[in-house]
């Protein structure tokens, strides 16, 4: 209870808790498209190349969420638009986007006065105390555009990811709905660095689906349940950080893996009796 309590006193853990709710959401709704459409490792390239938008942004001391913003959806967009047309294998522009941003914000980085290896700390692990109210009403408007989206256009979205040239057939959008979702990807990693930091937040965006995915094929069960999952883990993991005092994203991390790993035994420890059965017909 005194962490509850300690919420209403201090303005910057009820921000770190609102942004673990928001976060979570976004991350539990976005990840399931990427998921179900397999687009893990674009996530994973569009969060390390933010890190070049970072970096420029430190070396020109202007807002860094700002610089990564704007890095990580010319990269999503990039990396959509040559694997539609077919210029580069899209593994491979992902490849080369991961590598040039991270390359990038390490060239700017190093070229900024007085740089030390402790500023890059908050964006490269999170640091969610550092949340500010402006980035929980970034976080909001965020949270509103997609849980909109998703009440509107589930069905097409659905359709998408699971089989494009179905989708053609019956007439969706599919390379508008590409642009948006992957524009959408980009953002959402954004906002959500300094929570879980670019090393650890594919982990936010991927483990909730899959955890989800253990128990129910839906799309629709998923879009429901891992925003469920992706809060209650964040809100869990900052709770074990606020009394052990330690690094809030690790923490976060442990308490999917543990929901996880314990999901994945239930689920193994419910066929073992079928197969038992089986073998004695």
């Given at each position: 209870m005194e962490f509850f309590s300690d919420v209403f006193q201090y303005g910057y853990l009820s921000n770190a808790l609102a942004a673990c709710v928001l976060s979570g959401?976004?991350?539990?709704?976005?990840?399931?498209?990427?998921?179900?459409?397999?687009?893990?490792?674009?996530?994973?390239?569009i969060t390390h190349a933010s890190f070049g938008g970072l970096g420029i942004a430190?070396?020109?001391?202007?807002?860094?969420?700002?610089?990564?913003?704007?890095?990580?959806?010319?990269?999503?967009?990039?990396?959509?638009?040559?694997?539609?047309?077919?210029?580069?294998?899209?593994?491979?522009?992902?490849?080369?986007?991961?590598?040039?941003?991270?390359?990038?914000?390490?060239?700017?980085m190093s070229l900024r006065p007085g740089y030390t290896s402790g500023d890059l700390a908050?964006?490269?692990?999170?640091?969610?105390?550092?949340?500010?109210?402006?980035?929980?009403?970034?976080?909001?408007?965020?949270?509103?555009?997609?849980?909109?989206?998703?009440?509107?256009?589930?069905?097409?979205?659905?359709?998408?990811?699971?089989?494009?040239?179905?989708?053609?057939?019956?007439?969706?959008?599919?390379?508008?709905?590409?642009?948006?979702?992957?524009?959408?990807i980009a953002v959402t990693i954004v906002l959500s660095i300094r929570i879980m930091g670019i090393v650890l937040l594919i982990s936010l965006i991927t483990m909730p689906v899959v955890i989800v995915n253990t128990l129910a094929r839906s799309y629709r069960t998923l879009a429901l349940a891992a925003p469920a999952v992706a809060v209650v883990g964040n809100v869990a993991g900052l709770l074990v950080s606020y009394h052990l005092e330690v690094p809030p994203g690790a923490a976060i991390i442990f308490t999917l893996t543990l929901a996880l790993v314990s999901v994945k035994l239930l689920s193994l420890s419910q066929k073992k009796p079928k197969h038992r059965h089986e073998d004695h017909s």
């Open positions: 959401i976004t991350c539990g709704l976005i990840g399931t498209y990427v998921v179900c459409r397999r687009m893990v490792f674009l996530a994973g390239g430190f070396w020109a001391g202007t807002n860094p969420i700002a610089g990564a913003m704007v890095f990580a959806v010319l990269s999503a967009l990039g990396i959509e638009w040559a694997g539609s047309r077919g210029r580069i294998r899209e593994d491979s522009a992902i490849g080369i986007i991961w590598s040039v941003g991270m390359a990038v914000g390490a060239l700017f908050a964006y490269l692990f999170g640091s969610i105390i550092t949340v500010t109210d402006g980035d929980v009403t970034a976080l909001a408007l965020l949270t509103a555009v997609v849980v909109i989206g998703a009440l509107l256009w589930l069905r097409p979205v659905m359709y998408v990811a699971f089989d494009r040239e179905f989708a053609r057939s019956r007439n969706i959008p599919t390379r508008v709905i590409s642009y948006l979702m992957a524009a959408l």
